[in-house]
């Protein structure tokens, strides 16, 4: 018999006795001899002691152990482990079976004596090998009722026997625990054959004594890397989907308590108004605010005076991105999509035909957008810290990866995620195995300049818990993990290819940006106010990331001079005094 059904013989041996006495109709011309050869062990047969099992576990190959562990743990699998071709398959299954047979399992390969099954290959599985291989490992090393030295002798009038033949060579069944189970059950006649093999039943003589055909039984699996790895796809396939978000005004969903406009696709946008009413006023400035903040948050209206707001008059309205606050989410957003929705905006609210826009951190990088799709609406445009999607086509590779690699590991795996695989997004930055992006945990240790420390320590960036609820109460699935999706992804423009939307110098676009600024690195904002001359780049030394908050920004405001520009130039450079409450954001 092969060696598969040496799993079940003495199962098949019990089971059999028991129904042809309980029929009655046992009789000693009925009985068989029972034989096994070199039967298969299932290390986690309940009586086998756990020292001796481990023991004889710990002398298969590495990725062998893997396999059988990964059956009975895992058996839903087994097929798809039996069938991907990503790493080596398990010894027997790839063919590599050099550390598996012995010096007489050589032997008997090199004298033909195992050949001929190629003739019924084919039909051996011709109905899938799901049902007939695999079928057969999940049964043999799964979880059995029962084990074999729990068995009694179903010949106890000697009118039939059992025998068990092993090779105390044997690579693939542990001679150890063979010899344990016969000593168990010493109703077995134990055959032990001195250097005999696996392919015990094909040397020569075997054959007269045991009666028995030979099967080589196919295993599986792969290594213990690609294990983790299924596992944790696995896992994270049942994680990854986020629950639906709760919308502002659905049953059961936050109060609307902004004004809102409704947008071409259906979607609601929220609001908030600032400085001088739109109808006086001489410049309207639409603010966009950070990752992880609101309309609550805008820089501009609430670091500059009433009173110097009322001068210049200045309107400024602020609005919650889509998922963030009380705007709907957007679950197709783009990075079109929101330079879309600003120019909506803008034209619901009646601002004219040009207006400006600012834009800080992830808010920032949306002004990008705002350039190149919606140009001929803007007036102008501020940039401050935007953030640096590493793929942007048109940076250079070797700076891009050292300004990549410049970010603490986890939040180079965090943005790496929302670039390759999105979807993951949600999971990889709330699941507990991994650090998550260190903004999202609130752990910005190394993510904050010294600047940025001192600013945090004076109180300059705090009083945002008033709105660190209304911030995410749409579910954070769709307000600051949907940015990290569309801020990172793959976008089918790079600021370099940007066209001067003021060639006649009649309006300007600004970037500041803080040359210690650990979370947005100064080396790629460098390269892109090179590649783009027509921006007034302004480099603040000793800056960080909560550069609007340092000390002095709002007092620069004295260095620009005269005409239009003058206050346009004045928000501008006005917009890089945080207020009190703003959050830091990305």
């Known amino acids: 018999m092969n060696f598969l059904h040496g799993f079940s013989i003495f199962f098949v041996c019990q089971y059999e006795n028991k129904q042809s006495t309980d029929t009655g109709s046992f009789s000693t011309t009925q009985k068989l001899k029972a034989a096994a050869h070199s039967a298969l062990i299932n290390y986690w047969w309940p009586g086998l002691p756990a020292n001796l099992s481990s023991y004889a576990y710990k002398k298969q190959a590495r990725h062998d152990q893997w396999a059988l562990r990964a059956a009975h743990y895992i058996p839903w699998l087994t097929y798809l482990w039996n069938t991907q071709n990503f790493f080596p398959k398990h010894s027997v299954l790839s063919g590599k079976v050099e550390n598996m047979f012995s010096r007489q399992d050589w032997e008997t390969i090199r004298n033909a004596k195992v050949c001929g099954r190629e003739k019924h290959e084919e039909h051996v599985t011709q109905r899938g090998e799901a049902e007939s291989i695999f079928r057969d490992i999940i049964i043999g090393f799964g979880?059995?009722?029962?084990?074999?030295?729990?068995?009694?002798?179903?010949?106890v009038n000697n009118e039939g026997s059992v025998h068990l033949w092993q090779g105390d060579e044997d690579k693939l069944v542990p001679v150890e625990l063979q010899r344990y189970i016969a000593e168990k059950l010493p109703w077995i006649h134990y055959h032990e054959l001195p250097g005999g093999g696996h392919l015990l039943p094909a040397v020569d003589g075997m054959s007269e004594l045991s009666k028995a055909p030979y099967f080589i039984f196919s295993m599986m699996f792969n290594r213990?890397?690609?294990?983790?790895?299924?596992?944790?796809?696995?896992?994270?396939?049942?994680?990854?989907?986020?629950?639906?978000?709760?919308?502002?005004?659905?049953?059961?969903?936050?109060?609307?308590?902004?004004?809102?406009?409704?947008?071409?696709?259906?979607?609601?946008?929220?609001?908030?108004?600032?400085?001088v009413p739109?109808?006086?006023?001489?410049?309207?400035?639409i603010f966009v605010h950070p990752f992880g903040t609101s309309r609550h948050d805008p820089v501009i209206a609430t670091s500059v005076s009433l009173e110097v707001i009322e001068d210049l008059g200045v309107y400024i309205v602020s609005f919650d991105r889509p998922g963030y606050g009380e705007s709907d989410p957007d679950p197709k957003r783009t990075a079109k999509s929101l330079a879309l929705d600003i120019e909506e905006l803008g034209d619901q609210l009646e601002l004219g035909s040009k207006f400006?826009?600012?834009?800080?951190?992830?808010?920032?990088?949306?002004?990008?957008?705002?350039?190149?799709?919606?140009?001929?609406?803007?007036?102008?445009?501020?940039?401050?810290?935007?953030?640096?999607?590493y793929?942007?086509?048109?940076?250079?590779?070797?700076?891009?990866?050292?300004?990549?690699?410049?970010?603490?590991?986890q939040d180079q795996w965090a943005v790496r995620v929302a670039h390759y695989i999105p979807w993951l997004t949600y999971w990889w930055n709330t699941q507990k195995f991994f650090p998550s992006s260190s903004v999202v945990s609130g752990k910005p240790e190394n993510v904050f300049s010294h600047q940025d420390w001192e600013i945090i320590r004076n109180g300059k960036v705090s009083g945002s818990e008033k709105h660190k609820a209304h911030v995410t109460q749409q579910g954070?699935?769709?307000?600051?993990?949907?940015?990290?999706?569309?801020?990172?992804?793959s976008w089918e423009f790079g600021p370099m290819d940007l066209k001067n939307p003021f060639a006649s110098n009649e309006r300007s676009?600004?970037?500041?940006?803080?040359?210690?600024?650990?979370?947005?690195?100064?080396?790629?904002?460098?390269?892109?106010?090179?590649?783009?001359?027509w921006i007034h780049y302004h480099e603040v030394p000793g800056g960080g990331h909560l550069l609007p908050a340092a000390d002095g920004m709002s007092e620069r405001?004295?260095?620009?001079k005269v005409n239009e520009r003058l206050s346009w130039n004045y928000i501008n450079d006005r917009c890089s005094a945080v207020p009190a409450n703003i959050t830091p954001g990305r």
């Open 224 to 275: 213990i890397a690609f294990i983790l790895l299924v596992g944790l796809l696995a896992l994270a396939h049942q994680a990854a989907r986020p629950p639906p978000p709760n919308i502002c005004g659905s049953p059961g969903g936050p109060p609307v308590t902004a004004p809102r406009i409704r947008l071409r696709d259906g979607r609601f946008l929220a609001y908030k108004e600032h400085g």
């Open 278 to 285: 739109k109808q006086v006023a001489k410049y309207n400035i």
């Open 557 to 560: 405001t004295h260095t620009w």
């Open 476 to 489: 954070e699935a769709e307000s600051i993990f949907r940015d990290m999706i569309v801020g990172f992804g």
């Open 391 to 409: 793929w942007w086509p048109g940076l250079p590779a070797n700076l891009s990866s050292y300004a990549y690699k410049k970010q603490p590991p």
């Open 143 to 155: 979880s059995w009722e029962f084990d074999p030295t729990d068995l009694k002798n179903p010949f």
């Open 356 to 389: 400006y826009v600012i834009g800080y951190s992830m808010g920032g990088q949306v002004i990008w957008k705002c350039l190149r799709y919606i140009p001929h609406r803007l007036a102008g445009a501020a940039l401050i810290a935007p953030v640096i999607n």
């Open 509 to 533: 676009v600004h970037l500041w940006q803080g040359d210690e600024d650990k979370l947005v690195p100064v080396e790629l904002q460098r390269y892109i106010a090179e590649k783009l001359p």
